[in-house]
Each structure stands twice: as C-alpha cells, then as structure tokens.
C-alpha cells in the first residue's frame, strides 16, 4: 500500500513539473511516507525526519512534506514534534499535494491536511504507466479503507470507511499497465475480499473482477493481497483453478491460533473455519503457496493460546509468514474494549523467537520441495546480490535466481530447479542452453 502510494505522489508531483533528484542534498521538495500499523514503524519517522534538519538549515527554502498513516493521525501533534516539517498531510490528500505546495509557499506558515474525503467524493488516483518505464510486476489498488474492526488495527482509523474502485477502472489501468510491458499485476487492498464492484453492471464480488482482469490480454500472472478470512469464500478460492493467470499464492493473515485470542481480536473467525478454508484451498489447488502475518503477546495471550498459534504453524505448513509483537496504537477497538497491553515485552520477544524459530524449519521444508522440478519463472530482472545471475519468481511467489541472457526479462522462462539458499531457489534456464522454447 505504501509503495503505492509513493508511487502515486511521484507521478501527481511530476505532473506539476517536478522530476526526481538523485540525492536529498538536490532536492527541493522532500516527502517522507509514514506507516502507524505498528508502532516500530511510527517511531522511525522522527528518526528519518532528523537527517533533514542540518539541510534546512543550509537551505531554509527546502520544503519538508509528511505524509502517510503517521501523518493522519498526528496531523498537528506531528509538526510539534518534528520542527523540520513544514506540513504534514493524510493519504486521501495525495492528489492535492501541488496545491498544498502552494499553500505553504503562499502563507508561509506550517499546516496539517488531514481531511478524510467522503465515500462518495472519494476518487482513485489513476496510475500512468509509460511504455517500457514500468517494472515487470506492478501494484494496483482496487479499494481504500477498511470496515472492519480487528482490535488491533489503527488502519480504519487512519485510512477511513471501505471504497470500492469502479471495476471499469481496474480493469482498465490493469490493460494500461499490461500495454506499458507488465506481465504481472498484484490488486491490492486492505481487505480486497470484501471488494464490492461499482459502476456498469455494478453489484459484482471479487471473483467476477477477478474473472475480468484474467481476461486482459498480454497479462500472465495476477495475484491480490491482503485478505480477510471473513470475507474470503469458496467461490474467491475457486479461482485458483478456473483462471489462466492467478497464481498459485495466498496470503490469507490468521493473526493467532486461538479462538478464544481471534474472538477478542474481532477477526470474526475461529481456529477451525480457518483450518478448513486452507483445506478447500488446497483442495481446488495442491501445489499453493500461503504465507500469513501472526500477532504475538495480544492482550491478554496466555501461554495455552500462544500454544495454539505454535501448533496453527505446524498444522498449516505455511511457506512464509510475518510476524510481529503486539503493540497497542491509538485509537483502536482495543483500547475501547479496555484490553491492555498486559503481555510483557520479554514474554512478547519469546513467544516471537518462538514462532520465527518453527516456521524456518518449515519454510526451508517447503521450499525444499521444488528441488529438482521445473518451474516457470517470470523474470524481473537481474540479480542484486548475484551479479551474473537473473532472479526472478514462481507461481508461488518464491524467488529464483539462474544465469541467463538480459532477453529474458519480462518473459515466463522454464527452469530447472538445481539447489536452494535459506530462503530463495537456484536453477538453470533451459531456455539458456536453447533446449526449451520460452512460454511466453
Ligand atoms: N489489512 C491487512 C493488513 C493490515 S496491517 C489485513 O487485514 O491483513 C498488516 C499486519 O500488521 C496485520 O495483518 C497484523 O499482523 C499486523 N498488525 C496490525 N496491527 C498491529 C498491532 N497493533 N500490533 C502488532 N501487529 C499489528
Ligand atoms: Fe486492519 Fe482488520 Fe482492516 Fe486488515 S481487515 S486493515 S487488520 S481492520
């Protein structure tokens, strides 16, 4: 979502005539983006905001801009505690960015612009894509906000009620992107499951858009992130049979392994029904990759519940997971029911160690199983730590590097899968040698 977002404030700034500056020392204008999710990522603002102080002090005309989660909900409080901002503004303010810019210029005093659009009013920014400019895989949104009350969770408060984006409007910026040279496009959203469809036709759920981007011609892989267990069906699950260019991956957040934690979470879920929505997905599809985010030492985690998370694990056999301590954030549900961050933070770190410690021998075990298989991989580019080599992904999301000619990029490559590394594959094109024909 942040990646996104950056990527869209780059594209509203430069249709006002600003081009990108290769240091910060060179710039003009410098837009820190803010996450509140957890609040590791909160206290980095006032850390990054800190390397600017001694450029404005050289250059007092440098415009230092906020934005973001952090931005939203601090709004003013954030200005008081970092003096180097001029101005601080929310997530629905992208759009707006050039006239805040003038603002600033025009009345010479410090603001923050934290206004929430209304549903109604709000509208998507539309992406740009230019031909050949564009990486291999691309992001794009399908919905804002969020609805839903997971206790712990400062999003809806920060990014506001659920917006669907228009069907039309998807599917056109995914054919803009495809047209461009992506093969690969993410949807994304906070809770892309609960993706209700607006505009001609109007009513439709998130597998009839699903089904609707899978038709744009050239694309090659489509995948969605983040989904709710809540809202995620078996006709959303369906798809990863009956569609040419979904990929075999799922990222389904379980947050914990106890129904009596996931009960006071609001995750409107239990243990069970999360364990048999993983059996209809691997039903419809053996060879998935899932991956999960797990919350550690939640308000009142006994050592039972943490117990149940710890064997979730096991029974799952995810292929990846996140997983984060619990940190309380401002205005939360949490906070209304009175559940208070009782877990103490050594008893936080362990259980945390804990998880991390179990879920690598699970990942190296899953990962092993594509050792000696041919895979196809969509090449992104060449590899950053393997100079020589290109890396690129599987189906499932895994990464590959193998060696082989800059002409690959972009394409669908078979690959022989030889070794793997802690968490990434080794292979050999086939293609390289010229045995294989390329797919795509
Ligand atoms: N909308 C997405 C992602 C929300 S934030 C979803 O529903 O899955 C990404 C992850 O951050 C969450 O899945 C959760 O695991 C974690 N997270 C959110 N709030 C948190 C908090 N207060 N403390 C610790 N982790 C948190
Ligand atoms: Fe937060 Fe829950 Fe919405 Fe995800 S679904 S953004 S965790 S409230």
Redesign the pocket.
Known sequence: MNDYDVERMREVLARDGFDEAATADEADLIVINTCS??EKAESKVASSAGRYRELKLKRPGVVVAIGGCVAQQEGERLLKRIPVADFTFGPDQIPSLPELLGKRARDRRRFAATEVIDVEDYRFLTAEPRLGQVPVTALVTIQKG?DNH?A????PATRGREVSRPWREVVDEVARFVAAGAREITLIG??VNSYHGVGEGGGDDFAELLARVDEVPGLRRLRYT?S?PHDFTEKVADAFRDLKTLCAWLHL?V?SGSSRTLKRMVRDYTREQYLRQIDYVRSVCPDISLST???VGYPGETDSDFGETLSLLEAVQYDSI?S??????PD?PALKLALRDNVPSEVKAQRLQQVQTLQKGVSTERLSRWVGREVEVLVEGDSARYPGQLCGRTTGNEMVNFAGPPSLVGQLVPVRITSMRSHTLVGESAQANHRLPVLA
Do not use: G, W
Not at 324 to 329: I, P
């Open positions: 999710v957890r969020c997971c712990f969770c400062v999003v906070q809770n983040t709710h957040p947050q985010d797990i919350i996140y984060f301590e619990y940190s309380e954030r939360t």
